[in-house]
């Protein structure tokens, strides 16, 4: 099982990045996905997160407006999509899958409560000058 990040840097303030994340090893379209971030210092915290079917997301209150969720299942990726990027933001990003069970609310509540499946190695993303 893999998942496998990219995407990240260095990025002036107000600028924007884009993450994604390719899956393999498992049946990509049977798990929610989501990702997390850690700050120096910080605990890890969920940013925002998607139903396996693509039809339900949710947003952490410092992502929303400003960063969009998606996935193909046909290519196995997660994406996010970042604007507007504040020094903030930045933090490692983690990609997690987190096996379907329930209704769609219940699969975003999965990825809320951290009942995480696989992680990503991490990607770092950098919002400075």
């Known amino acids: 099982v893999q998942l496998v990040e990219s995407g990240g840097g260095l990025v002036q303030p107000g600028g924007s990045l884009r993450l994604s994340c390719t899956a393999s090893?498992?049946?990509?379209?049977?798990?929610?996905m989501g990702w997390y971030r850690q700050a120096p210092g910080s605990e890890r915290e969920v940013v925002a997160a998607?139903?396996?079917?693509?039809?339900?997301?949710m947003y952490a209150d410092s992502a929303k407006d400003r960063f969009t969720i998606s996935r193909d299942n046909a290519k196995n990726t997660v994406y996010l999509q970042m604007n507007s990027l504040k020094p903030e933001d930045t933090a490692v990003y983690y990609c997690v899958a987190s096996v379907v069970a329930g209704s769609d609310y219940d699969e975003i509540l999965e990825i809320i409560r951290g009942s995480i499946d696989y992680w990503g190695q991490g990607n770092q993303v950098t919002v400075s000058l």
């Open positions: 998607i139903t396996s079917a693509g039809n339900l997301n």
């Open positions: 090893g498992f049946t990509f379209s049977m798990y929610a």
